[in-house]
């Protein structure tokens, strides 16, 4: 058996540069959501692996990789992101056996930029400069003011399943080119690609003890024993808001600091100056990508009334036109959603769209093939209309591949429904005027605005939410904020 297939079925922990049973025992199931079966046995953390992982962390910060300039760290994480991509193969199969997404959108996105993750990174910290401030001291001498950035410390990595390598290494990538060390807590759903991440950190030569990886739930599991322990300096956080809300109590404790990336209830803005054909395809990416499991994805669609008739009808006939099926399903367009259990959630909403009067434009149900495919968690590609700003469906985040489509008349007025909800991760705008596109994108309060694209990324730029999407931004030398501890050395000269 290669070490792949080993991984495949059984998913251990892996502390200070060993994959490791768990010292607790015991052991959860990880299911196909494509098939419904049992593909893995995992590892389940207690509260002494936790602090095996955490206290690993904390001597790493003082071993070899503490000593390592920066330029040395910079050429390990290129190192790291090219061994990532020779390992390409295997993280594609570890992510497609754990999500079930389409293998097109795994090749083309999530695995890609779990290599470039580490590489930008690097080269963000290789080119930092420094403030320099110079300055009159009242003796009439002078002074040198200049800043610097040591590492934070132990991060915890608390992570979702929907784009489990991308988002795991979106937060390992520029804390390990600060110099910290993590802890990496994956989704309990999606385990593979962050265990397969330990083997290719040890054939670059990332010293033991820099990247630990712990399995397990939640609450009164891995994720708030990691969360709660003392040694741990800061927490990055990506999922639910509820559960931001949970961590944050866990890390008032001891005072550390936070950043949070969470859920969004996304509006596309679709006016009647806009390219018809682009604002559909980018609108069926937006909705339908990844089974509609993105935070970034537009659950509320705003159309401008001359083309809204056309849009809806327009969007319905490509939804349907989806191809349902597991990764390797011929033409597939969807995947399943990840779990039985996020299904009842998703159907939960489409149940209460119907029973508040929702106009029904396609979908609403699960689909039945009459083969193999019945045992997946696949639901139908959903489009609503009809129902009041007020409604559930418009405020609350589904996390499923579905939307409701609401006319408008005038911009003023498509900014306020826009704005009229407590998150504020993300908005695309589809206009071909551009002074209207400048003057509507700043006034959407969210972290990120598209114009006539979406999920487009640099990851140099700002990324995060505002309201309760989320606490503060990481992206290029914005991550420094959170990953490194600043201070002034001021020189009398
Ligand atoms: P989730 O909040 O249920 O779980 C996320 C992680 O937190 C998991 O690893 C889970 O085990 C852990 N966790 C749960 N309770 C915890 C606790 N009390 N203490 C410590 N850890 C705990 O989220 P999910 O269902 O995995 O992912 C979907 C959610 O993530 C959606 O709301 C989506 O919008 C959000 N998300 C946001 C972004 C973003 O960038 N803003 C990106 C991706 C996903
Ligand atoms: O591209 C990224 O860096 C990012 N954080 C994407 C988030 C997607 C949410 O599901």
New binding site residues.
């Given amino acids: 058996m290669n070490s792949q297939a080993k991984l495949m079925v059984e998913h251990q922990l892996f502390i200070d540069g060993a994959h490791v049973p768990a010292l607790s025992g015991r052991t959860f199931d990880k299911i196909s959501p494509v098939t419904g079966a049992v593909i893995a046995k995992v590892h389940e953390a207690g509260r002494e692996d936790v602090d095996r992982a955490v206290r690993a962390a904390k001597a790493a910060l003082k071993g070899p990789w503490g000593k390592l300039t920066v330029n040395e760290r910079a050429a390990l994480l290129q190192e790291l992101s090219r061994a990532i991509e020779a390992r390409f193969d295997d993280f594609l199969e570890a992510e497609l056996a754990d999500t079930g997404k389409p293998r097109s959108l795994a090749r083309m996105v999530d695995i890609p930029r779990g290599g470039a993750n580490f590489s930008t990174f690097a080269d963000m910290i290789k080119n930092l400069g420094s403030e320099f401030f110079q300055t009159s001291t009242p003796d009439g001498g002078t002074a040198i003011n200049y800043g610097t950035h040591r590492p934070k410390g132990v991060i915890a990595v ?6 489990p390598l991308l ?1 795991m290494t979106w937060k390992v990538g520029p804390a390990l080119a600060c110099g910290n060390t993590v802890v990496v ?5 999606t385990p593979a690609s962050a265990t397969l991440l330990g083997e290719v950190m040890n054939s670059v030569g990332i010293p033991k003890g820099v990247y630990n990886v712990i399995h ?4 009164e ?4 024993f ?2 709660q322990h003392p040694l741990v300096d800061g927490i990055t ?8 809300e ?2 944050m109590k ?1 890390a008032a404790v001891g005072l550390r600091d936070v950043s ?5 209830k996304n509006a596309a803005i679709v006016f009647a100056d806009a390219d018809l054909d682009k604002a559909i395809a980018g609108t069926m990416q937006s909705v339908f990508s990844n089974c509609g ?4 994805g537009t659950e509320r669609v705003y159309v401008q009334r001359p083309v809204y008739d056309e849009f809806v009808a327009r969007l319905k006939a490509e939804a349907e036109a989806l191809v349902m099926g597991g990764p390797d399903h011929p033409g597939v367009g969807i995947g399943p959603l ?1 779990s039985d259990e ?1 299904r009842e959630k998703v159907l939960s909403y489409y149940r209460l769209a119907e029973a508040e009067g929702a106009k029904v434009v396609t979908g609403g149900g699960v689909p039945s093939f009459g083969d193999a495919r019945d045992a997946g968690y696949f639901i139908e590609p959903t489009i609503w209309t009809g129902l009041p700003e007020t409604s559930p469906i418009l405020r609350e ?1 589904i ?1 499923g591949p579905c939307c409701h489509i609401t006319p408008f008349d005038t911009e003023d007025e498509v900014i306020a429904l826009a704005n009229d909800n407590s998150y504020g ?1 993300a908005s695309a705008i589809w206009t071909q005027d551009i002074s209207r596109a400048h003057r509507v994108a700043p006034q959407i309060e969210v972290g990120l605005v598209w114009v006539n694209s979406w999920f487009l990324r640099d990851l140099r730029t700002a ?3 505002s309201k309760s ?2 606490i503060g931004r990481e992206g290029g030398e914005h991550s420094l904020e959170f990953y490194t501890e600043r201070a002034n050395i001021c020189v009398k000269l």
């Fill in positions: 608390i992570s979702p399943w929907n784009l988002l807590k994956p989704s309990e759903i397990g739930f939640g609450p599991s891995a994720g708030e990691l969360t956080f990506t999922g639910e808001t509820r559960t931001g949970a961590i866990q949070f990336e969470m859920g969004g499991q993105v935070c970034l990840i996020h985040e996390f991760l990324f995060g939410g999407s989320g």
